[in-house]
């Protein structure tokens, strides 16, 4: 993980908590996540960390920042992505956004940028999130479009599901990845999470696909006990050793 990741969550953090900014501050979410994948694709695994917090203008009206760091297991260069929200609430269940990342894999001098729309939905014990955007990959053009669901089964225990997609139009590629898992808080604001998946390739007319893995932690805080949304961006589905 690069020294500016751990320099920019602390600073995220510290900004969260103190000073003015604090009497406006919504919520902060610290994961850190393991992803690894079956035989010769083995060389995909990464880990993941992610902090970001959220703070509200107005009872309408929120704006969120978060950082990532993904490192590849086989490759020395970590990519780091900053990414920044603005939420509007419909109501108490309703809440839309706009997104804006930019994501750098170290020692390359160009960076990734992409922007978007994003929506959640919460009702009773179920949650949706969605996002579509487009970005620009060194000339490149692609289309993100994702979504994630949670449904609490309670004494702690929930349901996951995610859905992720990329085309590089430019390129006639697309990934995608379906994922199903769980997740178990272990005391409040504090949980674990596993799920498995599947990611499928399809370049030029060939199509191929992987099974994965994912274990990881989450930490939530703050008046409403988290982040509305995390950062969207092109290598939160394309994996950095592809």
Known sequence: MTIRILVASALLLATATTGAVAQ?????????????????????????????????????LAFGVDVTNTSPSEFDQDVSGLGVHGIFAVN???????????????????????????????LGQSSLRGYLGTGDAEGTDFTLLGVDTAYDLGNGFSVITALDYVD????????????????YEIMPGASVFASIGNLTIDSFGSTGDENFFKVGAEFSFGPQGGTTFKQHGLFDTFPPAT
């Open 24 to 60: 406006g501050f919504s919520g902060g979410t610290v994961s850190l996540e393991h992803t690894g994948f079956d035989g010769d694709a083995d060389v995909l695994n990464s880990r993941r960390f992610e902090a970001g917090v959220e703070f509200a203008a107005t009872s309408q």
């Open 92 to 122: 108490t269940d309703v809440k839309l956004g706009v997104w804006y990342s930019r994501e750098k894999v170290e020692d390359f001098d160009d960076e990734i940028s992409s922007y978007g729309i994003e929506a959640a939905y919460s």
């Open 168 to 183: 590089l139009s430019d390129q006639d590629f697309t990934l995608s990845t379906i994922e199903v898992g769980g997740a």
